[in-house]
Nanobody, 127 residues
Framework: QVQLVESGGGLVQAGDSLTLSCSASGRSGRRYAMGWFRQAPGTEREIVAGINWSGGSPYYADSVKGRFTISRVNAKNTVYLQMRSLKPEDTAVYYC????????????????????WGQGTQVTISS
């Protein structure tokens, strides 16, 4: 079992920046691909960014390309999501997720492919 805990959410103004963190604990010795998802009220959960174990070729949703950066420090079991130039439409609960089935190689973009989820952190952008 893997436990994921997100932090760093909050209320900021449009144009501001935030950095989310996701700390993983529990089952060690496995390689996980990680994803950041978000869900606004009345919408489906959608991928924001994903990163494989090595950190190469991260995936970004079109809506956040050029504004968000995903990174990871495996030695700290932590994944980050740097968010810049935030917009009101970025308002959502942000979740991190871990996928173990690809052995950390493949970044999946659908929630159903992920095995473990954090509890989420609220990000609110005021206009």
């Amino acid at each position: 079992q893997v436990q994921l805990v997100e932090s760093g959410g909050g209320l900021v103004q449009a144009g501001d920046s935030l950095t989310l963190s996701c700390s993983a604990s529990g089952r060690s010795g496995r390689r996980y691909a990680m994803g950041w998802f978000r869900q606004a009220p009345g919408t489906e959960r959608e991928i924001v960014a994903g990163i494989n174990w090595s950190g190469g070729s991260p995936y970004y949703a079109d809506s956040v390309k050029g504004r968000f950066t995903i990174s990871r420090v495996n030695a700290k079991n932590t994944v980050y999501l740097q968010m810049r130039s935030l917009k009101p439409e970025d308002t959502a609960v942000y979740y991190c997720a871990a996928d173990q089935h690809s052995l950390g190689v493949v970044v999946f973009t659908t929630p159903g492919e992920y095995d473990y989820w954090g509890q989420g952190t609220q990000v609110t952008i005021s206009s």
